[in-house]
């Protein structure tokens, strides 16, 4: 519906007929060619920005996983100091025993 009603407000710009030249037996095929090219042009645009933004976060990707795994290592190192510090479950339960029975 918008195509005929752009193609009717600029007075047949839109056809094929608009593009053959007068009196010429085969329409000029270089218009053809412009939309072809600048198609060809936007996919390919648009393909370099898609592998920018994929290597982009595949570093990103890198990073993340460096740093979550130095949280990870930092996360049970201080489990192993606190374990280390704390007295054991056996050591309590005797301690609470002896405790409850005076």
Do not use: C
């Not at 095929?29 to 939309?35: R, Y």
């Not at 600048?38 to 996919?43: E, F, K, M, R």
């Not at 976060?57 to 993340?64: A, F, P």
């Not at 190192?77 to 029975?101: F, H």
């Amino acid at each position: 519906m918008l195509y005929v009603i752009i193609n009717m407000e600029s007075g047949g710009a839109l056809t094929w007929e608009w593009i053959e030249q007068k009196g010429a037996v085969n329409p000029p095929l270089f218009l053809m060619f412009i939309p072809i090219m600048l198609l060809i042009y936007a996919v390919w645009t648009h393909s370099t920005t898609i592998q920018y933004a994929r290597l982009t976060i595949t570093e990103q990707k890198k990073i993340i996983e460096e740093k979550n795994k130095d949280i990870v290592s930092s996360i049970h190192y201080a489990k192993r100091i606190q374990n280390s510090l704390l007295p054991t479950d056996w050591y309590i339960d005797k301690n609470l025993k002896r405790l409850q029975k005076k």
